[in-house]
């Protein structure tokens, strides 16, 4: 019988030390990926919404490029950039952006996972500022969402969830340990829809349900029914009163805002990564990522999208103008009747070419901002 190999006290120290370098270094190596930090970006606490023009706003997956359109999602222009950046840690960067918001006049960009979060904000689309006032441990970030004024962002059991305060300057930390009652969690994403005057949703792994219908002051938990996993939870959307969340091969429906859940297959076949469901034209849209879609007005029946749809994501203005984004492409697309598209923009030849991912469209919204000068 073979034994652990023993050491004497100053040469096991040794060995202990040499680890911790060793790992001390690694880690270096790999923050050495990561965009620096910027300190040139001013502080919040200091917008002034009034609403007044109708924009749609999109932003990249990686170094939070933001394009922004004032008419009608037709022309699209840059208006920050945090970082050019290709690699920026991947999944862990800085400003690798996990979600996108808007409520009451100001657009959010949230950024960060597994490192503190970065949330930049703009009440006109072209000035763009940290939504916190001062320097802060903003919430890790794996899916953001806002209405009624507030915005939220959700991680894991850990860092639980961050929602802010009407004006986005102030933030607070929602933990979620006394209502898991031992349970576990991970990877949150959130959603609002217009319940009753507004309800918060975030789901997490193992099914796991929390619920706010105060603007995210008090939170109520519950679950998923089993038979859809106990992880890939991938987008939340509301709809006709009723809330849907898509998994690979089902979709949750609520239609008490957030209570209790019942189970539907989609029929979507495919890869589960990097699909998108939104709701536009009076439906439930969700589609694969390379293309193939379903569509369902009450998230129980659903049928094939038209053949041309996008993959990706959808937003919507009250016009009907739909904008379209997805993971993996460098373009934007929008039609007025949800059934022809064209390209209203694309990134440049180079940045195709260098498949430079600060150019990938990921996330999209609309709403009214400030006016600026032309």
């Not at 100053?10 to 040499?18: G, K, S």
């Not at 749609?56 to 170094?63: L, M, N, R, Y």
């Not at 939070?64 to 009608?72: A, K, N, Q």
């Not at 970065?118 to 806002?146: C, E, F, M, R």
Request: charged share 20%; with cysteine; hydrophobic share 35%.
């Amino acid at each position: 019988m073979s034994h652990p190999r023993r050491f004497a006290p100053r040469t096991a120290r040794l060995i202990a030390l040499m680890s911790v370098v060793t790992l001390s270094t690694s880690a270096i190596a790999q923050n050495k990926k990561f965009a620096p930090i910027r300190t040139d970006i001013p502080m919040g606490g200091k917008l002034s919404p009034r609403s007044e023009e109708p924009v749609f706003a999109v932003s990249s997956k990686q170094g939070m490029r933001i394009l922004v359109s004032r008419d009608d999602g037709k022309t699209w222009k840059q208006t920050f950039l945090a970082t050019g950046s290709k690699e920026d840690g991947g999944w862990h960067g800085n400003y690798a952006v996990y979600g996108m918001a808007y409520t009451g006049g100001v657009i959010g960009v949230f950024s960060g996972w597994g490192t503190p979060g970065i949330y930049i904000g703009s009440d006109d689309g072209v000035n763009w500022s940290h939504l916190n006032k001062q320097p802060a441990q903003l919430g890790s970030v794996w899916g953001a969402t806002g209405g009624k004024g507030v915005m939220l962002t959700g991680a894991d059991q850990w860092r639980g969830m961050t929602s802010s305060s009407d004006t986005h300057a102030n933030w607070k930390k929602h933990s979620l340990v006394k209502l898991l009652n031992g349970g576990k969690t991970h990877h949150i994403i959130v959603g609002f829809g217009d319940y009753k005057g507004g309800r918060f949703l975030a789901i997490g792994d193992n099914r796991q349900v929390f619920v706010s219908d105060d603007l995210c002051k008090t939170w109520k938990h519950n679950r998923i029914p089993d038979g859809v996993g106990d992880r890939g939870q991938q987008a939340i959307a509301f709809g006709n009163g009723i809330f849907v969340c898509s998994f690979k091969e089902k979709v949750a429906r609520s239609l008490d805002g957030g209570v209790t859940w019942t189970l539907h297959d989609h029929g979507l076949s495919g890869s589960a990564a990097w699909r998108g469901l939104s709701f536009v034209n009076g439906e439930f849209w969700l589609t694969g990522r390379r293309g193939g879609g379903r569509k369902s007005k009450d998230g129980v029946m659903w049928q094939d999208l038209p053949s041309q749809t996008p993959s990706g994501r959808f937003v919507q203005s009250p016009g009907g103008t739909i904008i379209n984004v997805a993971r993996g492409r460098y373009d934007i697309k929008r039609s007025t009747d949800g059934k022809k598209w064209e390209t209203v923009f694309e990134a440049p030849a180079s940045a195709l070419k260098e498949k430079d991912v600060t150019w990938d469209t990921a996330f999209a919204v609309f709403g009214k901002v400030n006016g600026v000068n032309k």
